[in-house]
């Protein structure tokens, strides 16, 4: 269970025009459980990013530090864009585990056949769920300058089908909301539910989070990797759900070995060269294994298990320039000011 250990200042509301639900430590204490002095330059560095919205600190499920400086509120949805994908990949789990699909191992071919196209390519029914949730279906991307044309195509699923093939199934990763929408239609065909009701009834209700309504495709799939809208503590309880390995409040929501084996890199970005599991990307922070859900413009969940150590940001979602450092930025407000602060703080 998450707990609070801080006090609301009626200043610190005052100082955040439009915003009624911003929050901050006044003063930051050593009770947090982090180093004060860093966690303080961390609310500095933090305010003076003018793209970022909100901040949310816990330690050992206590949130020690949260504040919302502009856009939504810490209880109000924001668009968390590709951080979407983390989501759908615990509700993937979560199928597994109840015997809805069979496991990562599953062919596609399953469930979506009748939406291979015509004279189909073989390597179609050598996809397998585990190969969606980690981007290596092999198939083309429909993310980056392919995405316009695939969100105005009549159907999504087949459109992402149709996809020529740029490596085998298994091999190389290559990042695209088209596979991730793949496994939202897979959950919906599997379970007989929508992604959204899915979503509700799995994480929503066990997690008490409030799941808005997002997005669909023509054929009425929910969007299976962006566009979710979640606020930031409903984003922080996921990241606190997979640091807890799957358990809240003492009781099991994902299957037991589900978090281990999503944080399992199996294929690299080409563009960044992180590692990437069942829709977490992995890196080391200062010598701690971090996990991070990431969506576009900076919509971000960090876990780092052995500090026991989560952070959500959000952040202005509208596109931004080519050469936009504003996720650069947040990664060092995470790996050298929170990460030092919790490894300084009380080790309790």
Known sequence: MLRRRF??????????????????????????????????QAEATAAGLPRLHSLIVARDGEVVFERAW????????????????SVLAALAGIAIGRGIVDGVDQPIADFLSDRFPANPDSRLRAITVGHLLSMQAGLGSTSGSNYGAWVSS????????????????????????????????????ASGRSTLALTREWLGEPLGITVPSWPADPQ????????????????????????????????????????????????????????????WWLKTSEHHQT??????????????????????????????????????????????????AAQRGRQG
């Open 7 to 40: 006090l609301v200042s009626s200043l610190a509301l005052a100082a955040a025009p439009g915003c009624s639900e911003a929050r901050q430590i006044v003063p930051p204490t050593p009770t947090s459980g982090l180093d004060v002095d860093l966690l303080r």
């Open 70 to 85: 502009r856009g939504p509120g810490l209880d109000q949805p924001a668009n968390v864009k590709s951080a979407s994908k």
């Open 154 to 189: 009549r159907d999504w699923v087949r459109a992402a089908l149709a996809r020529p093939f740029e490596a085998e199934p298994g091999g190389r990763l290559i990042y695209s909301t088209g596979t991730s929408h793949l496994t939202s239609a897979l959950l919906t065909r």
């Open 220 to 279: 009425g799939i929910y969007f299976g990797g962006n566009e979710m809208r979640l606020s930031p503590r409903a984003l922080l309880r996921i990241g606190e759900l997979y640091r807890n390995d799957g358990v809240h409040d003492g009781v099991r929501i994902l299957p037991e070995g589900w978090v281990e084996a999503s944080w399992n890199g199996r294929g690299r970005s080409r563009f960044t060269g992180a590692p990437h599991g069942y829709g």
């Open 291 to 340: 996990a991070y859900a990431w969506g576009y413009g900076g919509q971000m969940v960090f876990v780092t298990p052995d500090l026991r150590l989560t952070s959500v940001m959000t952040s202005d979602p509208s596109p931004v320039a080519e050469r936009d450092d504003h996720v650069s930025r947040l990664h060092d407000l995470h790996d050298r000011l929170l990460i030092p």
